[in-house]
T-cell receptor, first 113, second 110 residues
């Protein structure tokens, strides 16, 4: 069966510090991968998605970036965090064909202080 | 925005009652999906309905889709305390992405 991992689970970082969140998927190959951010009590905002190694689509211009160095690894990064980067970050995967049901990791709670 | 919107934003019912939440969207879809999120956790896929389907069932869940009104409803029958969560609809327009709504926060009162 497929499993998706995210780490760390929680993170407290000062403004201006770098960020690296990692997501890995097991049990499937060539998945689509997604990064979302969820503000408290709100819906999901799609940040990036990837349909293959090195292929990244950005949905929201901001100081975040994403990379996919391996088929089942997706990394969310920032060189300098802003207060507004605080939130709940979720990674998800789907099969690379319709209907694109998504399966989510446990999330990372990021607090920028 | 193509974002779906759930209604109501929050719903509290007694255990054993049925819970109904609605989702509206703005443009033609390929499919619509419902997800559940327990507090502080990731989302869990519940059920998917395709644009050519009108109703689907899965256990205590019943989903309907009215493409002429661009709306869907999720019915949870015989609610349990464990159903307390936020519920999101997500629309797929035929590409790799889903557009999530703002969610309905459901509280089941024991």
């Amino acid at each position: 069966s497929q499993t998706i991992h995210q780490w760390p689970a929680t993170l407290v970082q000062p403004v201006g510090s770098p960020l690296s969140l990692e997501c890995t998927v097991e049990g499937t190959s060539n998945p689509n991968l997604y990064w979302y951010r969820q503000a408290a009590g709100r819906g999901l905002q799609l940040l990036f998605y990837s349909v293959g190694i090195g292929q990244i689509s950005s949905e929201v211009p901001q100081n975040l970036s994403a990379s996919r160095p391996q088929d089942r690894q997706f990394i969310l990064s920032s060189k300098k965090l802003l207060l507004s980067d605080s939130g709940f970050y979720l990674c998800a995967w789907s099969q690379a064909r319709p209907p694109y049901e998504q399966y989510f990791g446990p999330g990372t709670r990021l607090t920028v202080t | 925005s193509q974002q779906g919107e759930e209604d109501p934003q929050a719903l509290s019912i007694q255990e054993g009652e049925n819970a109904t939440m609605n989702c509206s969207y703005k443009t033609s879809i390929n499919n619509l999906q419902w997800y559940r999120q327990n507090s502080g956790r990731g989302l869990v896929h519940l059920i998917l309905i395709r644009s050519n389907e009108r109703e689907k069932h899965s256990g205590r869940l019943r989903v309907t889709l009215d493409t002429s009104k661009k709306s869907s409803s999720l019915l949870i029958t015989a609610s349990r305390a464990a159903d307390t969560a936020s519920y999101f609809c997500a629309t797929n327009f035929g590409n790799e992405k889903l557009t999530f709504g703002t969610g309905t926060r459901l509280t089941i009162i024991p």
